[in-house]
């Protein structure tokens, strides 16, 4: 077997396919049916060494080929640009639509894309997988022409199955937070205390979000006396009920003197049991006051929140 000429179409494709593998060839040959697809495979099991010189003429015979053929990706009279439907897309979908792809296709996809997402999406992979695919890049210049074409094709097909962004929520810590601070304060309680025994570094990413009525006294003096300026004075009147004499004062104090009688006077209005919602629901407004102001930058909840100290 060194003559080109005396091969079969069947020797030739045997020998590609020998070439680039199971993955690729699948890929590359996907216009045959099953049978033909085995009856390659096992020829190609059957091929004895072949020389370098005949793989080098073989492939260069099936490159030329498919130039003779015109084989070009023409869109509406311009050039079309390979792998361009990547562009929109985010990280998060890219390594989506890679997961079950092998490393060479992954390797030729990501080198399509900025260094911004490459490094995003290797990052997040195993470290031997990430060594292979890198690897893999500096053979791209080794997949036919034919190849590439159609893992382009597969590629683009696939991707228009991938979730767009806005179809999931990713949920998170800052989710969490939010349901935390429509439920019941006992249950909040019993939740960041159970977090901080079980997940650390969910409680640590909770402290971002998640701010305790009575941990008031740990914010800036200056974003206590804003947030305290939103919220009307009965609502506050309500927010104290059951906190602490000490809180009562530390809230007392930083509000202007005249305010400090009128707030006095409201809570004598609201002495005696209160019902547990509309104290619920007033401390809440003070709450969203506060995560406002740390939305517009004026301060870093877990700054001040943050257990984990150094003296």
Same mark, same amino acid.
């Given at each position: 077997m060194s003559d080109p000429q005396? !091969?079969?179409? &069947?020797? %030739?494709? #045997?020998?590609?396919?020998?070439?680039?593998?199971?993955? =690729?060839?699948?890929?590359?040959?996907?216009?045959?049916?099953?049978?033909? !697809?085995?009856? &390659?495979? %096992?020829? #190609?099991?059957?091929?004895?060494?072949?020389?370098?010189? =005949?793989?080098?003429?073989?492939?260069?015979?099936?490159?030329?080929?498919?130039?003779?053929?015109?084989? %070009?990706?023409?869109?509406?009279?311009?050039?079309?640009?390979?792998?361009?439907?990547?562009?929109p897309m985010s990280s998060d979908q890219i390594k989506y639509l890679l997961e079950p792809e092998s490393e060479l296709v992954k390797a030729l996809v990501l080198s399509q894309l900025s260094i911004e997402v490459q490094v995003d999406v290797i990052k997040n992979m195993e470290e031997d997988e990430r060594a292979r695919v890198l690897i893999q890049m500096n053979d791209i210049d080794k997949i036919p022409y034919e190849g590439i074409i159609n893992i382009e094709n597969d590629i683009r097909e696939k991707a228009r199955l991938v979730p767009h962004k806005a179809h999931f929520n990713k949920g998170g810590s800052k989710q969490i937070a939010d349901i935390l601070s429509k439920l019941e304060p006992d249950f909040e309680e019993q939740f960041v205390s159970h977090v901080q025994n079980e997940d650390p570094e969910l409680a640590r990413d909770l402290a971002k979000y998640y701010i305790p009525f009575d941990s008031f006294d740990k914010l800036p003096v200056d974003v206590v006396r804003e947030a305290l300026k939103s919220v009307e004075l009965n609502d506050l009147a309500l927010a104290m009920k059951g906190m602490s004499e000490e809180f009562v004062t530390y809230i007392l104090g930083n509000l202007p003197q005249k305010t400090q009688i009128m707030l006095e006077d409201e809570i004598k209005d609201v002495e005696g049991p209160q019902p547990r919602r509309k104290v619920e629901s007033a401390r809440r407004k003070l709450i969203q006051a506060v995560k406002q102001l740390a939305a517009e930058g004026k301060f870093d909840i877990e700054d001040f929140l943050d257990t984990d100290m150094v003296e």
């Open positions: 005396k !091969l079969s179409n &069947l020797d %030739r494709a #045997a020998i590609i396919y020998k070439m680039l593998g199971d993955n =690729l060839s699948v890929s590359l040959f996907r216009h045959l049916s099953q049978a033909q !697809l085995n009856k &390659l495979r %096992r020829h #190609a099991e059957t091929l004895a060494k072949v020389p370098f010189d =005949l793989k080098r003429k073989v492939l260069e015979e099936y490159y030329f080929q498919l130039m003779s053929e015109k084989i %070009r990706a023409v869109s509406d009279g311009d050039q079309k640009v390979l792998f361009d439907f990547l562009k």
